[in-house]
């Protein structure tokens, strides 16, 4: 079974963006109207576990899509600032780095 790297990218850029938004919700709920934590301990180990998968998963898709080391520091650092990795996918796409990969796997 392969893994295909530009829909597995696409998806975890997504749901990086997504669990962010998220937290941001549940800390405003938070430190804003109510004062209650419920959203920060459900979406924190959520995007938590996103933001490290993004991670890996831009190490690993960086050789099957032909990344220079500029466009993976960019994707690794659109990580950081709320729904970068959203950004990133669509400029990625429209520019053409999300293109011309088969597997993240080579040789399968």
Not at 62 to 79: I, K
């Amino acid at each position: 079974m392969s893994i295909r790297a530009v829909p597995a990218f696409r998806a975890v850029a997504i749901g990086e963006a997504v669990s962010w938004a998220g937290l941001l919700v549940g800390m405003m709920f938070k430190y804003l109207v109510v004062g209650n934590d419920i959203g920060v301990t459900v979406f924190g180990p959520i995007h938590g576990g996103l933001f490290l998968l993004y991670l890996a998963v831009t190490v690993l898709v960086r050789h099957p899509l032909r990344w220079d080391l500029g466009t993976t520091v960019l994707a690794l650092l659109a990580s950081i600032p709320p729904l970068a990795t959203l950004l990133f996918e669509r400029w990625a796409s429209r520019t053409g780095r999300l293109a011309g990969a088969e597997s993240i796997i080579p040789g399968r």
